[in-house]
């Protein structure tokens, strides 16, 4: 697998503040890579070191191959961006903001550049208000013109930094689509959230900062893998217990968790014993459960909270 982004012991320091304190990214060419992290862990930052907005402190970064900063004019007419705030002229539409942007771009006659804007417009959403003064847009609508703008060059990578804030459910869901349409084209998408379930519905893989440091970086896939048990809903947990002894791992409302990875052949002996089953699932941890469990192991591997200024 090719790698997109790269980074070795990426480190910003502000003063005696961390902020990214030495994460070794892995992004390779054709994931969704979901940037998990809370408010203030460093997100943002890294986002920043990637595109060469930030200087790290220390570390270094590749970004298609290509070491960054030193190679970003090679390397930033093939990525895609769009961080935190993206800046438009207000006075002018949203289209010819795009223009504007566009006219930095590949070129091509004027019906190209025109079909071109056209057609970014629709993807995100705002063909019927392309020719509105962006002044009046919403902040959600500014967001996907943001995205429109980043899609403007056809990037082999997107490189987006809380891509669905400030949109509605709605608009989280348009993006999402689009998202994952320029996914199935072959565009590799890195994006920065706060929110676990948007990141498990849309990546593929999926890197989690706590306090500035990379606490997990995986497939999902391998993340949220079953657990080798079986998830048995039954009215009556405690006849699990009676029939299956010794397997039954937990009892709760309406359900038991049995050892086991073979669903027909729980049932089958729940059956064979008078058990009623409701339901049979094979038991997976969620992603948050998942990244729960890492970061409270961060928390025990490093400081105190307060600390981490003075590591
Ligand atoms: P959010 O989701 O709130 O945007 P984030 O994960 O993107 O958070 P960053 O914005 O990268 O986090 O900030 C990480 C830490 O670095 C924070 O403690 C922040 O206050 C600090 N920080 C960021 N930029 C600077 C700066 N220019 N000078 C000093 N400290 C900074």
Request: charged share 25%; glycine share 12%; hydrophobic share 40%.
């Amino acid at each position: 697998m090719t790698t997109v982004i790269g980074t070795q012991g990426l480190t910003k320091r502000y003063g005696q503040l961390r902020a990214v304190d030495g994460i070794d990214l892995d992004v390779r060419a054709g994931d969704v890579y979901g940037f998990l992290g809370a408010n203030g862990s460093g997100k943002t930052t890294t986002v920043r070191m990637l595109l060469g907005l930030v200087l790290p402190t220390s570390g270094s970064v590749q970004l298609l191959g290509e070491p960054m900063p030193r190679a970003a004019r090679r390397v930033l007419p093939r990525v895609g961006a769009l961080i935190e705030g993206p800046a438009h002229y207000g006075h002018l539409s949203g289209r010819a903001n795009l223009a504007l942007l566009d006219a930095a771009g590949p070129g091509g006659s004027r019906r190209t550049r025109t079909a071109r804007v056209d057609t970014v417009l629709e993807q995100v959403g705002l063909a019927g208000v392309g020719r509105r003064p962006v002044k009046a847009y919403s902040l959600g609508m500014r967001q996907r013109l943001g995205l429109g703008a980043a899609l403007l060059r056809r990037p082999e990578l997107l490189v987006l930094d809380e891509p669905t804030n400030g949109l509605d459910p709605q608009g989280i869901h348009e993006i999402r689509d689009l998202l994952l349409d320029l996914h199935r084209g072959g565009t590799t998408v890195f994006l920065s959230s706060h929110l676990l379930a948007e990141v498990e519905q849309l990546c593929t893989r999926v890197g989690v900062l706590d306090r500035g440091r990379l606490v997990l970086q995986d497939q999902l896939a391998t993340l949220t893998a079953p657990t080798g048990a079986t998830i048995v809903e039954t009215p009556d947990p405690e006849r699990v217990r009676a029939a299956l002894d010794g397997r039954v791992l937990r009892v709760g409302a309406g359900r038991a968790v049995v050892r086991g990875d073979d669903p027909a052949e729980v049932n089958a002996a729940l059956v064979g014993a008078g058990v009623p089953v409701t339901g049979l699932a094979l038991e997976r941890p969620t992603l948050e459960e998942v990244v729960l469990a890492a970061a409270s192991t961060s928390a025990d591997r490093v400081d105190a909270p307060g600390e981490r200024s003075r590591r």
